[in-house]
């Protein structure tokens, strides 16, 4: 992900066994076999772990200006630099995700009714996504149980995506999740799974195609998820909702309004992606910050709300204002047709799908007898 977070900012399917994209292994439950995968294990991650390591040169103090015979140098002791720890990538354990017996997670089954069109979703007066965003983002726990990760060196993008479950989108995952069932996500692929749920919820209360955004295809959906992560210059939500003709940018704040998708920079250099829920003003009623939910590296640690307020109005420290790029996702009725040929194409990684262990039950000890 081209955004790095700053620490100053205040800020699948159905239960049981997961049928495999691609099968990776089929794990033994026998003793002997599983004694034979941890020494083949150990093995691994003793030669990940060999390497040089350079002892720290010693300074050597000069000699005396006297005519005595040299004292012998003294030398430090070599010391060896602290290990840097392995990156998540190389330690997680693979873990089938968690879901109830019914296949949902808590978020599908805090939305399972509206899914259902039980529960009806009321358009605002311009018929956006908004409403939905909203429904979305008050199905997701604030207890913690989403947490924050995002890998930066090295990079992850081959095994997850941001997003705190597989996001499909006709036939494929489109954006993964962490193979480890943490439900972990990063601000970018928090929103984009955001969009994406909310999107599909729309078209499913409309009596639509869920998996139809404006007639895009798989590929254009994730080229739209490499513009919203920042993968080029010039990208951001914005532009990937106004190039696939979804919905438009917005640039008066006073129209901006709860579910807008917007992203922005800081100093010291970092910044955010988030889904607007409120101005914070003075008593003047001038804007000096914003109120927002995401996933977030610092406050809440993971999925809920936060705020920052503009550099402008907090001592040169935090949000510029200049930089806020924020785009609303229209009505249905006023998508706009899009040009392939007019949209940056992005090729930062490829769209790989996860990867998924099937857990073989152990054989009986005596199986029945034949009748």
Known sequence: MSRRPHESI????PSGII???????????RPAARRSLSLVVLGLLSLGLAGCRHPQSACCPPAAETCAAPAPAVTAPATTPPAKPLAKRYTYTPRVYPVDERGFSPVDKALQKAYAREEMIPDDEEGSLNPYVMKVISAYPLDGSYPYHCGWD????????GVTQDMWYQGMVVAKAYPDGSRCSYCCGFTFEVFIRAMKLRNIQK??????????????L????????????????????????????????????????????TTPPGGHAVIFIDWMRDDQGKIIGLKYFSSNLSGSKGVGYGQGKFSDSNN???????????????????YRPFNRAE???????APTQPTRILYVPAPAA?????P
């Open 10 to 13: 205040e800020i699948n399917r």
């Open 19 to 29: 049928f495999p994209v691609n099968l990776i292994a089929c794990l033994p439950t």
């Open 207 to 220: 009596g639509l195609e869920p998996d139809d955004f404006n007639g895009m295809t798989f590929n254009d």
């Open 366 to 370: 005596n199986p029945p007898a034949a």
């Open 316 to 334: 040169g420290r935090g949000l510029l204002r200049n930089s806020l790029k924020i785009a609303r996702v229209g009505a249905i009725q006023d």
């Open 154 to 161: 090295p990079r992850e993008y081959d095994l997850y995506n």
């Open 343 to 349: 949209i940056p194409a992005r090729n930062a990684y």
């Open 222 to 265: 994730f080229n739209m998820l490499q513009l919203w992560y920042i993968e080029g210059k010039g990208d951001s939500e914005q532009r990937g909702i106004v190039g696939y003709g979804l919905g438009r940018a917005i640039t008066d704040f006073e129209q901006v309004k709860p579910g807008d998708f917007l992203s922005y920079s």
